[in-house]
C-alpha cells in the first residue's frame, strides 16, 4: 500500500425525512442560489420540501441545469448569482446539478479577471468558493460527498473534470425515497455508473490493499444484491437505502486510498458523450468489458478475485477472470444499460476514430493503471465495443 493522506469534511444526513435538515446547515438570513434541473423535483415533492427547509432565508431559484451540464447554462446561473448576491450555492438533484453546483459556487468566487472557463481542467488555482450543500435525488456520481466536477461545453466538443477541496459541499442529504420517481433508464444508469467507479479503482492489480478491495466488493455486492429488488419494486426502502449509500461509498474516497487507480473507461466515455450524446453510464456499459478483454493479461488476477468474491466463481484463474467480464456485461444489461456500440446505432469505426482524436486533442495519451493506452489502445477498445 502507497503512502496517502485522507480528508472529507462533508457532512452526510442520510435517511427518509433529513432534508428538513437543511435548515441546521444553513443560516436563517442566507442569501441560497437553488440551482435545480429540468423539474423532477417539482414532480416528487424534494421541491417542497426543500423550500419549507429554507424558510427564512432568502432563496433565488436557478432551473434548468440539463444531464452533463452545459458551460453557458452554468455562467447565467453565475451571473444570476452576482446580480443577486448569494452566499451559499445548494444544488438539488442527480450529478449533472450538483457538479454544475460546484462550478457555480467556484465561479462566484473567482477573480473577475479571470476566465471561468479555465476552472475546468483546473487551468488555474482555486483558493475558494462560496459554500455548497447538496441534495442527492440520483444516487450514481458520489459528487454530492466529493470535490470533483464534470462540465461539458459542447461547442467546443470538451467534456472536462475539475477537482478541488474549495468545492466539497459543507453537507449533504441523501434520502433514499427520492429513488422511487426515478425513470427506469435513469436507475439502470446509476447502478452502473455506481458500479463502474468501484471497478475503476479496484479493478486493476493485487497492491495489498485488503481492507480496500473488500469495501470495494462489498458495494459491488450490494449493488447485485440491490439491482433485482429495485427492478421489481423500486419503493423498497432498504434497497433504496442501500443502493443510495454504495453509489456515496463508491465514490467518498476510501477505496482509491494507497492505490494506483485505472479510470480509463471513463476517459473513454466521457469522449463518447461529447462525440454521440450517450448517457455518461451508457458509455461506461460499452467501454468497461471491452477494456477489460483488451487488458486482459494485465488485470488477470484481480479479475479472478473480483470473479470469486463477487460472482462466486470457481476454477483456475483465466476461466474464472472470463466468466467475470461475462457475468458484468449480463449485469448491465440486467438492469436495462445496453453494451454494445450497435445497440445505440453507432458506427464503431467512426467512433474509434473519434475518440482517439479527441484523445489526442485533450492529451489524455497514458491512460490506465499502468499508464500504457495510448489513444490508439483506445481505438481498437472502442472497436472492441462493437
Ligand atoms: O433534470 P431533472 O428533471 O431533475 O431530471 C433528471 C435528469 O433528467 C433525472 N432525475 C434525477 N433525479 C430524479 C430524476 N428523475 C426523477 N426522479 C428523481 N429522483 O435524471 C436525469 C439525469 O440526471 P443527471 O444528474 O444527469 O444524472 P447523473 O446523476 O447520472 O449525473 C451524470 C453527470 O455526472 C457526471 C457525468 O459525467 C454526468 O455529467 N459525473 C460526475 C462525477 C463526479 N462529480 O464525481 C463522476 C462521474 O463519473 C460522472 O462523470
Ligand atoms: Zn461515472
Request: net charge negative; proline share 4%; with cysteine.
Amino acid at each position: 500500500m502507497k503512502n496517502f493522506s485522507f480528508h472529507n469534511p462533508n457532512r452526510i444526513h442520510f435517511g427518509q425525512g433529513q432534508i428538513a435538515q437543511i435548515g441546521t446547515e444553513i443560516a436563517a438570513g442566507s442569501r441560497v442560489l437553488l440551482v435545480y434541473g429540468g423539474g423532477s423535483i417539482k414532480r416528487n415533492g424534494v421541491y417542497d420540501q426543500v423550500i419549507a427547509a429554507l424558510a427564512g432565508r432568502t432563496v433565488v431559484e436557478f432551473a434548468g441545469v440539463g444531464a452533463n451540464p452545459e458551460f453557458d447554462t452554468l455562467m447565467r446561473a453565475v451571473a444570476l448569482g452576482k446580480e443577486k448576491q448569494v452566499d451559499w450555492v445548494l444544488g438539488v438533484g442527480g450529478g449533472s446539478v450538483l457538479d454544475g453546483s460546484k462550478f457555480i459556487a467556484a465561479a462566484l468566487a473567482l477573480d473577475p479577471a479571470i476566465d471561468p472557463w479555465l476552472i475546468v481542467g483546473n487551468k488555474t488555482p482555486l483558493h475558494s468558493a462560496l459554500p455548497i450543500g447538496c441534495v442527492l435525488t440520483l444516487p450514481a456520481t458520489g459528487s454530492e460527498s466529493n470535490f470533483t466536477g464534470v462540465i461539458t461545453r459542447r461547442e467546443t466538443q470538451d467534456k472536462l473534470s475539475f477537482k478541488n477541496p474549495a468545492v466539497f459541499p459543507r453537507f449533504c442529504v441523501m434520502d433514499p425515497t427520492v429513488i422511487s420517481s426515478l425513470p427506469p433508464r435513469q436507475l439502470g444508469n446509476g447502478l452502473v455508473d455506481a458500479f463502474v467507479h468501484t471497478t475503476e479503482q479496484y479493478l486493476t492489480f493485487p497492491q495489498e490493499a485488503r481492507v480496500q478491495d473488500r469495501l470495494a466488493e462489498g458495494i459491488l455486492s450490494t449493488l447485485t444484491e440491490v439491482a433485482p429488488v429495485l427492478l421489481k419494486d423500486q419503493a423498497d426502502y432498504d434497497a433504496q437505502a442501500n443502493f443510495m449509500w454504495s453509489a456515496n461509498q463508491a465514490m467518498f474516497g476510501l477505496v482509491p486510498l494507497g492505490q494506483t487507480l485505472d479510470w480509463a473507461t471513463h476517459a473513454i466515455g466521457h469522449e463518447l458523450t461529447v462525440l454521440y450524446g450517450l448517457d455518461h453510464a451508457q458509455t461506461l456499459a460499452v467501454t468497461l468489458p471491452s477494456l477489460w478483454r483488451y487488458t486482459f493479461d494485465a488485470k488477470r488476477a484481480k479479475l479472478a478475485q473480483y470473479g470469486r468474491r463477487v460472482w462466486n466463481l470457481n476454477g483456475d484463474d483465466e476461466a474464472v477472470a472470463h466468466a467475470a467480464i461475462d457475468a458484468t456485461r449480463a449485469y448491465f444489461e440486467s438492469v436495462g444499460v445496453k453494451t454494445r456500440l450497435t445497440d445505440y446505432g453507432i458506427d464503431a469505426e467512426a467512433a474509434a476514430a473519434g475518440v482517439e482524436a479527441q484523445l489526442i486533442r485533450h492529451k489524455r495519451i497514458a491512460l490506465g493503471e499502468h499508464a500504457d493506452l495510448t489513444p490508439a489502445d483506445c481505438r481498437a477498445i472502442v472497436l472492441g465495443a462493437a
